[in-house]
């Protein structure tokens, strides 16, 4: 009978083992799961963020798009513009600044060499301008 006692407590105790160990060995694969959770939520919140940047390259993308049209709408006008006229906006505006220049440095002689030269530009600038408003 003691024999079979010894017996009983040896298979109880190579149980409790057995036991013991599985248990250590679901505690070590928990852990692994939780890491592997941990760093899937790491990926997650990265795809996130690479999306977003996706996204603003997109937008960046569109609106760019939007100011090459303006872009070339602009060329296309100024094309459209013969030389001919080009050149004659600015021979009125050149032509301006030298009737202005020159009326203003006159109006400048009484208040010396520094009233001539405010008078000079002032009158340049206004027929610059005056050349560019008619052309």
Do not use: W
Request: glycine share 14%.
């Amino acid at each position: 009978m003691n024999k079979l006692l010894s017996l009983e407590y040896l298979e109880n105790d190579i149980d409790k083992a057995i036991i013991e160990e599985r248990n250590e060995e679901i505690k070590i694969i928990k852990e692994d799961l939780l890491a592997i959770k941990e760093l899937a939520e790491y990926m997650d919140m990265d795809l996130f963020i690479q999306g977003k940047v996706v996204e603003n390259a997109k937008e960046s993308v569109t609106h760019s798009d939007g100011n090459i049209e303006k872009g070339k709408k602009n060329i296309e006008y100024v094309h459209s513009k013969s030389p001919k006229s080009v050149l004659k906006s600015v021979m009125r505006c050149v032509g301006g600044g030298i009737i202005g220049g020159t009326i203003g440095t006159s109006a400048g002689i009484p208040g010396g060499p520094i009233g001539m030269a405010v008078g000079g530009v002032i009158g340049t600038a206004i027929g610059v301008g005056g050349g560019y408003m008619i052309s």
